[in-house]
């Protein structure tokens, strides 16, 4: 058994008891009493809440719950892919937690799977990115999470300028920018906006979650405009 797979067994078998020896851990693991006093020290320094100690049992604190890790080969480098291709199209503080997450997957794999993850011969091209548009994807991603309304100065593809106040739902990547879903207050209708065409950027008060003007609404609405679009004259 791989150590990663072990050390998630032991987890399983202590979610299940209210107290386990290293002696039946061991038969249940089919590995030495040594081999558990050191997987449990070794799972309790990563801060798995694991109370007892050797000699007398042990016992998983109620409540808490670990992922799965047992990833395939194929699987450590789809997450190793999606990173690399996402890093540089992402504003920074998420490109950045992104690396660290991938960091603390990648750390647990098998030697193998590591390897291979850590090998893997796919890249994404340096992105030359707007930074200030890329710090709006920062402030427009938070907006949304915490459904504030924003106000902003915005250019359209013809150049005219406008001002307006919105309740940001949601960014979206289109090949080569962000766009961000909203309701216009200015238009009261669902409106997309491309984060690059903003001048200026402001964070107002919070929203209330109305129907008619979320999230799930946009995204029927654009499901019919798209089939509309596509059905024959």
Known sequence: MRRADRLFRIV???RGRRLSTAAWL???????????YRDVADLQAQGVPIDGEAGVGYRLVS???LPPLMFTTLEAQALVAAVRLAQSRLDRALALAAEDALGKIVGVLP???RAAAEALPLFAAPWDNDHEGMERLGVLRDAASMRRRIRFDYEDAQGAATS????????YHWRAVWTLAAWCEHRTAFRSFRIDRMRTL???DVFPDEPGRTLPDFLRQAKRDWS????PP
């Open 26 to 36: 061991a038969e249940k693991l089919e590995v030495s009493a040594r081999t558990v």
């Open 111 to 113: 030697p193998a799977a």
């Open 228 to 231: 509309s679009a596509a059905a």
């Open 63 to 65: 409540g808490f719950d």
């Open 202 to 204: 402001d964070v107002l």
């Open 164 to 171: 307006r106040i919105a309740r940001p739902l949601g960014c």
């Open 12 to 14: 399983q078998l202590l």
